[in-house]
């Protein structure tokens, strides 16, 4: 009996051991697989990333070629046994200095070469006058940093300075670094030489690994970055018309980048002022040598483009506005809406075509004869239906009773004839159009009721629409306010078109003087 007690006991303990070794392999496999999934991720996006831009990989070999290059100084023996015992300087020059463009290296080359210097001058001086101090050596040594680090963090906040702000920390590190180890070893001189030295060939062997081998320009990146922004906003200005056009969802005109191409434009100020920075130290290279390095009219040329994007993130607004003109009205502006958006895009992209090939606009050709003139019929399409962008029932010229008032009330003896209807009125019947438009607006509005339910002080409001008779004429008074609001959006629309192509026009004016000044080459004339 003891004995079967105690096989039942090992059973159940053994059988418990497995358990636990099962959920054990469990968890453990789970982990395996979560970090697998991870690191597989993540490889994935640093291959993807090599391969969207390889320059990012030439970069990095680049990099570890120099570092392999200036640590070859730790082994330095004869002559001068110092140069191996503060090759460290060499090599943190290296990794400071070394940026991914030609213009940021030399940027930071001279920020930290002027520090440097001036340190080192500044500690050689301070060195003289704390040997010639005696006893007093270390409160000259102490006061001079002091001094040393108050003008140089002050200096670095004046406005004009803020380029080289990285220059005033290299300059109050040097120092310190100098004066410090001057005092330790008591031979001034020699520090002070030697890492200056030592700074001086890190960095001549970041500029010439940086330039000899696959150079990449700051210059040719925003070249193409304002390239880009031509492409893009003609793009953008496109897919926004067509949306507009086709009524697409609030969601769709969103999410799809066919309609945001305008925010890159927009957002790339930043990164075209980085670029210009880097772009104005680099040396006359390629096909811009010829050029006069045209970088700041580049950005000059961005923004007045930026200019002509912020209409086109209007145009995008309207397609997401909660109110809409109905298909009906965007039909009858159809084709003129869609003429303007094309030859509009058109000229965006022969523009940023020119641009990227340096290439003057032909001075025998208007480049903006076909936009221009589909603007103006735009315009007088719209002078033509204008019946169509207002509630015309409000109209005062079909108002008998308010105009006999205001005739009597300022001379009984004029007598002015008026149309109880305007030309507009008389080209349509406008019952028929304004019971649809009605109905229109009816289903708008009860669509949003579900939304208008977990809002307050909605406007205009759907609960009159959806609570039967009761309220006759709040709804018929929000019905036709709506019908008013709605008509306007398409003329928003259409106004904010024309006023695109009015700023087109200083978009290619500059560009024309951006290519004199630059003195881009003549296009090369094709003979059929």
């Not at 930290?112 to 210097?117: A, H, N, P, S």
């Not at 180890?181 to 001034?188: E, L, Q, V």
């Not at 340096?358 to 002078?383: F, M, P, R, W, Y």
């Amino acid at each position: 009996m003891v004995m079967n007690i105690k096989k039942f006991f090992k059973k159940d303990n053994s059988s418990y051991n497995k358990e636990k070794l099962l959920l054990h392999d469990e968890k453990r496999n789970g982990c395996c697989i979560y970090f697998n999934n991870v690191q597989d991720y993540y490889i994935k996006k640093v291959i993807d990333m090599g391969k969207n831009d390889p320059r990012k990989i030439i970069f990095a070999l680049k990099m570890g070629f120099a570092l392999f290059a200036v640590s070859l100084l730790i082994f330095w023996k004869e002559p001068y046994p110092d140069v191996a015992q503060f090759s460290i300087w060499a090599i943190l020059t290296v990794l400071i200095m070394f940026e991914f463009t030609i213009g940021g290296t030399l940027i930071k080359g001279f920020n930290r070469g002027l520090g440097t210097f001036c340190a080192g001058v500044l500690a050689f001086v301070f060195a003289q006058f704390a040997l010639l101090a005696g006893e007093y050596e270390r409160v000259v040594i102490v006061v001079s940093i002091f001094i040393v680090a108050f003008f140089g963090s002050y200096l670095k906040l004046y406005p004009t300075m803020a380029p080289y702000e990285y220059g005033y920390r290299v300059f109050i590190l040097t120092y310190c670094i100098l004066i410090v180890a001057g005092n330790r070893t008591r031979d001034y001189n020699v520090a002070i030489f030697t890492r200056l030295a030592l700074i001086a060939l890190g960095a001549g062997i970041s500029v010439l690994i940086n330039i000899s081998i696959c150079p990449i320009w700051a210059g040719e990146d925003l070249h193409r970055l304002v390239v880009k922004n031509f492409m893009d906003l003609a793009t953008s200005l496109e897919g926004c018309i067509d949306g507009y056009l086709n009524c697409v969802e609030h969601d769709e005109a969103t999410n799809n980048s066919k309609y945001n191409g305008y925010k890159f434009v927009i957002d790339s100020s930043s990164r075209e002022q980085t670029l210009l920075g880097f772009a104005i130290w680099e040396p006359p290279h390629g096909h811009y040598k010829m050029h006069k390095n045209p970088w700041k009219d580049f950005v000059k040329l961005s923004s007045e483009l930026r200019h002509c994007a912020f209409m086109v993130m209007a145009l995008h607004g309207c397609i997401q506005s909660k109110i809409q003109a109905p298909p009906e009205k965007r039909k009858v502006f159809q084709d003129e809406l869609k003429k303007v958006g094309v030859n509009a895009g058109k000229v965006l992209r022969e523009l940023g075509t020119k641009l990227e090939k340096l290439e003057t606009v032909s001075g025998h050709e208007n480049i903006l004869k076909e936009v221009h003139e589909t603007a103006q019929n735009l315009q007088k399409k719209i002078d033509h239906k204008s019946y169509l962008l207002v509630n015309a029932k409000s109209w005062e010229i079909g108002k008998p009773n308010v105009i006999n008032n205001l005739l009597e009330d300022t001379s009984s003896d004029q007598n002015m004839s008026l149309s109880s209807q305007s030309l507009s009125e008389t080209a349509i019947d406008m019952r028929s159009m304004h019971a649809n438009w009605t109905q229109y607006a009816k289903d708008q509005l009860v669509t949003k009721s579900s939304t208008l339910y977990k809002k307050q002080n909605q406007w205009p409001s759907s609960f009159s629409l959806i609570g039967g008779d009761q309220n006759v004429d709040t709804n018929n008074d929000e019905i036709e306010t709506y019908l008013s609001a709605s008509a306007l959006s398409l003329a928003t629309f259409a106004s904010l078109l024309i006023e695109f192509v009015a700023r087109l026009q200083n978009v290619v004016d500059y560009f024309e003087e951006l290519s004199q000044r630059a003195e881009f080459k003549e296009p090369i004339s094709i003979k059929s």
